[in-house]
C-alpha cells in the first residue's frame, strides 16, 4: 500500500460546500469546469450541490493523487482566495510578492484575476511546490 499525501482536507472541502452553490469546493478539489457551471446555476439549482455532500470524500481522494504536496498548503491557499482573494493575500502566501500588490491595490485585478485564480490555484501551488523541491 502506498501512503498518499494529504494535500486537501476534507474539513477544508465541507466549508467550502457551505458555499458551494457558488462551486467553491469544486474549484477547491481541481473540478473548474464543473465549478464555473455551479457558479452559473447555484450549484445546479441546489440538487448538484446536495449531492456533493457526499462526493466529497472521493473528491478529496481524487485530489490528494493528483496535485503535489509541499512547502505552500492547498488549504491555506483556499481559504486566502476564498476570503481575501481581492486582497491578493493568497499571492503573496506563495510568494508572488509583485502580484500580490496588484491585486491589493486593483481589488484582484477587478475580480478577473480571483475568477483566474479560482480555475488555477491547485496547479499554481503544484508548480510552486515543485519549484521548491527541486530548485
Known amino acids: 500500500m502506498t501512503d498518499r499525501p494529504d494535500t486537501h482536507s476534507k474539513v477544508i472541502?465541507?466549508?467550502?460546500?457551505i458555499f458551494g452553490f457558488l462551486g467553491s469546493h469544486r474549484f477547491y478539489y481541481g473540478k473548474p469546469v464543473t465549478g464555473t457551471i455551479w457558479f452559473f446555476t447555484l450549484g445546479l439549482l441546489?440538487?448538484?450541490w446536495i449531492i456533493d455532500l457526499f462526493l466529497i470524500p472521493a473528491m478529496d481522494r481524487e485530489a490528494d493523487l493528483r496535485f503535489k504536496e509541499?512547502?505552500?498548503s492547498y488549504n491555506i491557499g483556499w481559504i486566502l482566495l476564498t476570503f481575501l482573494g481581492v486582497f491578493g493575500i493568497h499571492r503573496m502566501y506563495m510568494g508572488k510578492w509583485i502580484t500580490g500588490i496588484i491585486y491589493l491595490l486593483t481589488g484582484g485585478l477587478?475580480?478577473?484575476?480571483v475568477l483566474y485564480d479560482f480555475w488555477t490555484l491547485n496547479n499554481q501551488?503544484?508548480?510552486r511546490n515543485e519549484e521548491r523541491r527541486f530548485g
Request: aromatic share 22%; charged share 5%.
Open 13 to 17: 472541502g465541507y466549508l467550502l460546500w
Open 46 to 48: 441546489f440538487i448538484g
Open 70 to 72: 509541499g512547502e505552500v
Open 110 to 113: 477587478f475580480l478577473i484575476g
Open 125 to 127: 501551488i503544484s508548480i
